[in-house]
C-alpha cells in the first residue's frame, strides 16, 4: 500500500505546523501531562491511547470544560460496550456552545445561506437570546431533563436555536429533514416518543417550493406524546390549529438557564440508515459529545475563533450536529439551506466564497460530480480563505485528491475523514501537522485505538483487514434507545470480538500510518478468497466519463459459485456497447486486479441510495437472492423506491 504513495500531495510548512492547536496543546500536555514532547503526532497518538485517562483529562483542561461537579475518575469502566465516563461530574453542552457570546456579542455565530446564496449572519448574542428565551419556554410546556424534542427541519438558524435551547433544559434533541417523508420520519421518532414536535411549512430546493403541511399533520397525528407543536413558517403560511408560533416563543430577552447534567446525560438521538428494519435510535451523551467533538474540531480541524466552517449537510445526517459542535469551539458555522446543484453545479463553492469559509466540507460524490462536469473552483471563484477541504460519506478517490489539489490549490489542505453516526465523529482524518497522501487518510484520531484486523483479531499493517477500536471513546453511544437488555447495541458492534468495536468497514493500515478505506465489509466482494471493497470498484469505474454512478454486488450461489454483476448509471449519451464493456473491464483490470472483473455490467436507470446519500448495496444483494422488496428494505429509508423495482424485476427474470 505504501509504496504506490512515496511522495506526499502536500506537506504542511513550518509556520503552519507551529500555529497549529495541535502543536500547541503537545507541547503543554508534555509540561503538564508527560505527553511526548518529540515525535510529532505519532507520538502525542501513541500516547493518547496508551494513556488514555490522562489525555482525554488533558483535552478537558486544554479547552476548559466547565464541570459543576467535579469528576470521581476520566475513566471509572473501560468495558465497551459499558464504559464510564467522569461518573460525579455534571456539564451543560449549550453552556460551552454559547460561551463565545461573553467576548464576541456582536460577532457572527452563525451565517445562514440560502439559495440566493446571500449570507445573513445571526450574532452569538442573538443566538444566546433566542435559546434563553425558547429554553424558558420550553420549560414552561413542562419538558423536564430526558424529554425528547423533534424537529423537522431543513438547515436554518431555527433548527440550532431548538437543539440548543432542548440541551439547556437537560431534553434530548432529535431531528429528521422535511424531505424525508412521514413514514420516514414516524420510523424515527415514534421509538423516542416526543413532546415537543418543531416543524416548517415546507422548505425550498432546487428552486421550488416543497409544502409539507400535510406531512406535518400526519406526524401530529401519529406521535400521540405530543404536547406541543411549534410553527416555523418558512414558507409564510398561518400555523395550523393548535400549533405555537415561533416568534412567540423566541421573543423575549433572558439569559439561558442552563441545567447541569450528568456526564452520560443523552444529548441527542441520531439515526442509522434503516434500510433492512427498523432504523437503529443512537443515544450520545452531553459529555461525551462536548469532549470529543472538543478533541475533533478544536484539535483535528484546527477550529478556533478566527475560523468559518461550512460543510454542506442536512438535519437527517450527522454531520449537521457536527457542524453545530463548531459553535465550541468559538467558530463562526456556515448554514445552507438547498441543493448542492442550484442554480448550477458550483453552488457549495460559491458559497465557500461568498461566506469566507475557512474549512470547507462536503461528499466525496460532490468533488467528483465537479470534476466530471469539469468545474474549476479556483478560477471561477475566490476561495484564498479556503485552508482546508474536507471530505466524507464514502471514499474520496484518488483522481478527486488530484482534482483539489489542481484546481483549487496547490497549498490545500485535503482532509478525508471517516467515522459513524454511530460515534458522531471520525475515526481516522484530519491532522494539519502531517502530510496528505493521495487516497490516503492522514492517521487515525487521537485517543481513538484504530486498528485493521484480521478474522482472528490480529493487527494487520498494509493489509486489508475489519476496522476496528481497542479503546472507548467519549462519544460511543451510551445505548439505543427501546434496547433494555443492551443486546442490539452489543449485536451491532460487538459480537465479532467480543469487547473491541468493529465497526463494519474494510480498510488499510499503512506502515506510515495512515489508512486507506475500503468501503463496508458487510458487501464484501470476495472472489477466490480475494477481499476488495467496493469503494475501490467504483473509484476505478467511475473514472470513465461514461459512467455517472456504478453500483457492484458480490452474491454465493446455492451451487458454491459466486456472481459479481456490475450495475452502471451511464451519463446523457453513453451507450453500453462492446467498446465501453471493454474499457470498464480493463480499467479494473488494470487498478484493481483481474480477479474482480465482473461476470456482467448491466445497465440501470439509477443508483438507489439512502435518504443521507449512501448507496444501497445490502437491500440489492438481498431482492437479487430472492428476498421481496417488502422484506429487503425499509421503503421509507430510500430515496427513490422505484430503482429498487429494476433490481427485484431482474431477480424475478434470472430466476
Known amino acids: 500500500m505504501t509504496s504506490s504513495n512515496p511522495s506526499p500531495l502536500w506537506q504542511p510548512d513550518r509556520e503552519r505546523i507551529d500555529r497549529a492547536q495541535i502543536t500547541r496543546f503537545q507541547t503543554w500536555a508534555a509540561e503538564h501531562h508527560g505527553a511526548p514532547a518529540d515525535g510529532g503526532y505519532a507520538a502525542l497518538h501513541r500516547w493518547s491511547v496508551d494513556e488514555l485517562d490522562t489525555f482525554w483529562e488533558a483535552v478537558t483542561q486544554w479547552f476548559d470544560v466547565r464541570f459543576t461537579a467535579p469528576y470521581a475518575r476520566v475513566l471509572a469502566d473501560r ?51 433566542q435559546v434563553g428565551s425558547l429554553a424558558a419556554e420550553l420549560r414552561s410546556l413542562g419538558v423536564r431533563p430526558g424529554d425528547r424534542v423533534s424537529g423537522y427541519l431543513p438547515n436554518v438558524p431555527q433548527a440550532v436555536v431548538a437543539l440548543l435551547a432542548t440541551a439547556a433544559v437537560g431534553g434530548v434533541w432529535t431531528s429528521c429533514a422535511p424531505d424525508f417523508g412521514a413514514r420516514s420520519v414516524l420510523d424515527r ?44 413558517p418558512l414558507l409564510g403560511t398561518e400555523p395550523p390549529e393548535g400549533a405555537l408560533e415561533w416568534s412567540a416563543l423566541t421573543s423575549t430577552d433572558v439569559m439561558p438557564l442552563y441545567e447541569e447534567v450528568p456526564f452520560d446525560h443523552p444529548l441527542w438521538v441520531l439515526y442509522s440508515s434503516g434500510t433492512t428494519g427498523l432504523p437503529k435510535a443512537i443515544v450520545q451523551s452531553q459529555g461525551g459529545i462536548l469532549v470529543e467533538h472538543l478533541k475533533q474540531l478544536g484539535l483535528h480541524c484546527d477550529l478556533g475563533p478566527e475560523d468559518r466552517f461550512f460543510w454542506y449537510t442536512s438535519t437527517g445526517w450527522m454531520m449537521w450536529n457536527f457542524l453545530v459542535s463548531g ?22 463553492w460559491r458559497i465557500a466564497e461568498r461566506t469566507g469559509a475557512t474549512l470547507y466540507g462536503t461528499s466525496a460524490a460532490y468533488v467528483m460530480a465537479c470534476r466530471k462536469a469539469g468545474v ?4 471561477d471563484f475566490d476561495l484564498s480563505k479556503v485552508q482546508c477541504v474536507a471530505t466524507t460519506g464514502s471514499p474520496l478517490p484518488p483522481d478527486g485528491f488530484r482534482w483539489l489539489h489542481d484546481e483549487v490549490r496547490d497549498d490545500l489542505w485535503i482532509a478525508s475523514v471517516s467515522g459513524g453516526t454511530d460515534v458522531c465523529s471520525c475515526f481516522a482524518g484530519a491532522v494539519p501537522t502531517l502530510p496528505v497522501h493521495i487516497g490516503e487518510l492522514q492517521a487515525p484520531g487521537l485517543g481513538t485505538d484504530l ?18 477500536v481497542t479503546n472507548p471513546m467519549p462519544s460511543m453511544p451510551i445505548r439505543f434507545w427501546n434496547d433494555p437488555d443492551g443486546s442490539r447495541y452489543h449485536d451491532s458492534y460487538f459480537d465479532t470480538y467480543p469487547g473491541v468495536w468493529r465497526h463494519g468497514d474494510w480498510i488499510t493500515v499503512t506502515s506510515r500510518g495512515s489508512v486507506v478505506i475500503h468501503g463496508r465489509s458487510d458487501s464484501t466482494l470476495n472472489r477466490q478468497g480475494v477481499r476488495m471493497g467496493s469503494a475501490d470498484i467504483y473509484e476505478a469505474v467511475e473514472r470513465l466519463p461514461e459512467i455517472r454512478e456504478s453500483l457492484v454486488i458480490g452474491i454465493e450461489q446455492p451451487d458454491g459459485g459466486y456472481w459479481m454483476p456490475l450495475f452502471v448509471h451511464l451519463a446523457p449519451g453513453a451507450v453500453l456497447d462492446e467498446a465501453l464493456l471493454g474499457r470498464i473491464k480493463q480499467t479494473i483490470r488494470d487498478h484493481l486486479s483481474p480477479r474482480h472483473i465482473p461476470d456482467e455490467v448491466i445497465e440501470v436507470p439509477g443508483v438507489p441510495h439512502t435518504l443521507t446519500g449512501k448507496r444501497i448495496e445490502v437491500p440489492v444483494k438481498r431482492l437479487l437472492q430472492g428476498t421481496s422488496l417488502e422484506k429487503a428494505v425499509n421503503p421509507g429509508s430510500v430515496d427513490n423506491l422505484d430503482l429498487l423495482r429494476f433490481y427485484e424485476k431482474l431477480a424475478h427474470e434470472r430466476a
Open 189 to 232: 421518532f415514534q421509538q423516542v416518543e416526543p413532546v415537543v414536535l418543531f416543524t416548517v411549512d415546507g422548505y425550498r430546493y432546487g428552486g421550488k417550493e416543497h409544502d409539507r403541511r400535510d406531512t406535518v399533520a400526519e406526524l401530529r397525528r401519529e406521535l400521540p406524546t405530543l404536547r406541543a407543536v411549534v410553527h416555523i
Open 451 to 468: 486498528q485493521s484486523w484480521d478474522p482472528n483479531g490480529e493487527p494487520l499493517t498494509d493489509e486489508v483487514g475489519e476496522l476496528v
Open 376 to 379: 474549476h473552483p479556483s478560477r
Open 79 to 129: 468495558s465497551m460496550p459499558g464504559a464510564q465516563w467522569f461518573p460525579g461530574a455534571t456539564v451543560n453542552y449549550a453552556e460551552h456552545a454559547l460561551r463565545a457570546a461573553d467576548t464576541r456579542a456582536d460577532e457572527p455565530a452563525l451565517l445562514y445561506v440560502d439559495e440566493t446564496h446571500e449570507p445573513s449572519p445571526v450574532s452569538w448574542s442573538e443566538l444566546r437570546r
Open 327 to 348: 459553535l465550541l469551539t468559538g467558530t463562526t458555522i456556515v448554514l445552507y439551506d438547498g441543493s448542492p446543484g442550484h442554480p448550477d453545479i458550483g453552488a457549495q
